[in-house]
């Protein structure tokens, strides 16, 4: 964990859908005893209150009214200092940010500069005095541009299907790997071409590519690099 007398270890991890960086993120913040923060929950969470207000996704003076009213924060866990909760309207909010109606509502309100304006503050508050592993699509190139360790991760669109398939699949949820395919291919088309903040890999980030390796094996390639360049 951090001492005082030096600054916080911030390590980017940015990727694709289905790339395994959250998975990646949490497994490494784990090991290293840093906090970990998966960002796409914030957005999730816009998502989530557009959905609960009848407010539809593509409808941006809507949302962003709804989030200049209560705007999702990230706030530590009492049992788990080093792990976190979104918090929207005093609510804490869990499973229900990955609802598959929110999965859906939330590619295109991810893409509307004014939510993307809002939800910057609270990743960088949460970054700000602790070490810590933050997951997402521009941590990287926008959020965190100077932190110590920057990782994009990628996968083949086939392994990311087959990945995101067995989740679903897992979890009770019906869909063909066609329909699959189809909905990442457009969703990274989504990801990579918004006018603001894209995926993006930053120039100085190490591409980790995690089609053939495991969670445990991508994160000790991670935690390898990280300890290299912390040698004294
Ligand atoms: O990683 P995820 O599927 O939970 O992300 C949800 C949405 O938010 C997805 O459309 C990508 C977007 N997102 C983003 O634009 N920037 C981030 N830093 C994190 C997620």
Same mark, same amino acid.
């Given at each position: 964990?951090?001492?005082?007398?030096?600054?916080?270890?911030?390590?980017?991890?940015?990727?694709?859908?289905?790339?395994?960086?959250?998975?990646?993120?949490?497994?490494?913040?784990?090991?290293?005893?840093?906090?970990?923060?998966?960002?796409?929950?914030?957005?999730?969470?816009?998502?989530?209150?557009?959905? %609960?207000?009848?407010? #539809?996704?593509?409808?941006?003076?809507? $949302? *962003? /009214?709804?989030?200049? =009213?209560?705007?999702? @924060?990230?706030?530590?866990?009492?049992?788990?200092?080093?792990?976190?909760?979104?918090?929207?309207?005093?609510?804490?909010?869990?499973?229900?940010?990955?609802?598959?109606?929110?999965?859906?509502?939330?590619?295109?309100?991810?893409?509307?500069?004014?939510?993307?304006?809002?939800?910057?503050?609270?990743?960088?508050?949460?970054?700000?005095?602790?070490?810590?592993?933050?997951?997402?699509?521009?941590?990287?190139?926008?959020?965190?541009? %100077?932190?110590?360790? #920057?990782?994009?991760?990628?996968?083949? $669109? *086939? /392994?990311?299907?087959? =990945?995101?398939?067995? @989740?679903?699949?897992?979890?009770?949820?019906?869909?063909?790997?066609?329909?699959?395919?189809?909905?990442?291919?457009?969703?990274?088309?989504?990801?990579?071409?918004?006018?603001?903040?894209?995926?993006?890999?930053?120039?100085?980030?190490?591409?980790?590519?995690?089609?053939?390796?495991?969670?445990?094996?991508?994160?000790?390639?991670?935690?390898?690099?990280?300890?290299?360049?912390?040698?004294?």
């Amino acid at each position: 964990m951090r001492t005082p007398d030096r600054a916080p270890v911030q390590i980017a991890i940015d990727g694709p859908v289905a790339s395994g960086k959250s998975t990646v993120a949490k497994r490494l913040a784990q090991r290293l005893g840093f906090a970990f923060l998966d960002t796409g929950a914030l957005y999730r969470a816009v998502a989530f209150m557009a959905l %609960q207000s009848g407010v #539809k996704p593509n409808d941006e003076r809507g $949302v *962003d /009214a709804l989030a200049e =009213r209560a705007l999702p @924060e990230v706030v530590s866990d009492e049992r788990d200092p080093r792990s976190y909760r979104i918090r929207l309207d005093g609510r804490l909010l869990g499973p229900e940010l990955f609802a598959p109606a929110v999965s859906q509502a939330v590619s295109p309100i991810a893409a509307m500069p004014a939510v993307r304006k809002r939800l910057i503050g609270a990743q960088r508050a949460f970054a700000l005095h602790r070490d810590v592993v933050m997951a997402g699509r521009d941590i990287g190139t926008v959020v965190l541009p %100077q932190a110590r360790f #920057k990782f994009f991760l990628t996968a083949s $669109v *086939d /392994a990311r299907v087959d =990945r995101r398939w067995r @989740e679903l699949h897992d979890a009770g949820i019906r869909i063909t790997r066609e329909e699959l395919h189809a909905e990442i291919v457009a969703r990274d088309l989504r990801d990579t071409t918004r006018a603001v903040s894209p995926l993006a890999k930053a120039p100085d980030a190490i591409v980790v590519d995690t089609s053939d390796l495991t969670i445990e094996e991508v994160a000790d390639s991670l935690e390898r690099t990280v300890a290299a360049k912390n040698q004294p």
